[in-house]
């Protein structure tokens, strides 16, 4: 486990790749975990060790929360945006794509193949906490940065004292940009990845893969990981000049790699990331036979 100061750094196996990702210790009186994502053992070691009193979800998804159960005494908080969507099967359906792309039919076949602990973990939160506000943790300041994009309601943790932010999910990893679920937005993406550079900071962390960056090294970063989405804009738009339907565009394997589109899940996101950008070519999806028409 690396240290920034009282901040721990949990990490979850294989570089805390998704289905796991980092989550944060901060070692003080409060005893405060920041998202559950990382490796059980470990965090069982900590609960055993310290007890943990607080669990902060940055966000809903379960890379980030799968571990709450282990944590039956404490609280649990999440973002006030997410925390109704949070709180229901349809609404983590709605936010996911699943209803926009397969309609009732589709939820309820979600419904019966989803993981119960993910339904649990969720379940489990009780509470929120509030944006851009400081919070003092036994002498440890936080800020929860409102930095939408990935989904609505995603909280970048900032603890100015010590220059260390939290980016969760700009994660800076090899896919690009994630904002595929129905509540997830390319310009709030671009616009919470710009803020993030010009946070003052020293130290960011990231929720998977790589993990700690200095402020050039993230700043350098973050303009790669931005460029992914004009990258996809340019593979949209060629293929939608050779005259492809919704339908086939969503066979090729832009976001997900091709083989992997038998996945329900991704061909969910690959669709619903199709569309965005779609939308910012100005064109929408025709609801009857999947012809590219005019959005204006």
Do not use: C
Not at 63 to 80: G, M, R, S, V
Not at 245 to 264: A, D, M, Q, R
């Amino acid at each position: 486990m690396n240290r920034i100061g009282p901040l721990v750094i949990v990490e979850g196996p294989s570089m805390s790749k998704v289905p796991f990702s980092r989550s944060i210790f901060i070692d003080t009186e409060s005893r405060v975990l920041i998202d559950s994502g990382a490796d059980p053992e470990a965090l069982k070691e900590i609960n055993q060790q310290f007890g943990i009193d607080l669990i902060i979800n940055t966000h809903y998804h379960p890379d980030h929360t799968q571990h709450n159960y282990l944590f039956p005494k404490a609280e649990k908080w999440i973002n006030p945006i997410e925390y109704e969507t949070s709180r229901t099967i349809e609404g983590i359906a709605k936010a996911n794509g699943i209803h926009q792309e397969w309609g009732d039919a589709g939820v309820e076949m979600w419904r019966k193949n989803l993981p119960v602990e993910w339904v649990e973990n969720l379940d489990q939160i009780s509470g929120t906490y509030d944006y851009e506000t400081e919070y003092n943790f036994s002498g440890v300041k936080a800020i929860f940065l409102h930095t939408p994009g990935h989904t609505s309601g995603l909280v970048s943790p900032y603890f100015p004292e010590l220059g260390t932010v939290y980016v969760s999910d700009y994660d800076m990893t090899s896919f690009g940009p994630w904002y595929n679920g129905t509540d997830g937005d390319i310009e709030d993406f671009i616009k919470s990845g710009n803020r993030l550079m010009e946070l003052d900071a020293n130290t960011f962390i990231t929720g998977h893969q790589k993990g700690i960056f200095t402020k050039e090294e993230f700043k350098q970063e973050m303009v790669k990981f931005l460029e992914v989405i004009n990258k996809r804009d340019e593979l949209v738009n060629q293929y939608v000049r050779q005259g492809l339907t919704f339908e086939e565009l969503t066979e090729i394997g832009i976001f997900y790699p091709k083989n992997t589109l038998t996945v329900p899940i991704f061909k969910t996101w690959e669709r619903s990331g199709i569309r965005k950008h779609l939308a910012r070519l100005g064109l929408t999806v025709s609801k009857t036979d999947g012809a590219l028409i005019s959005a204006k």
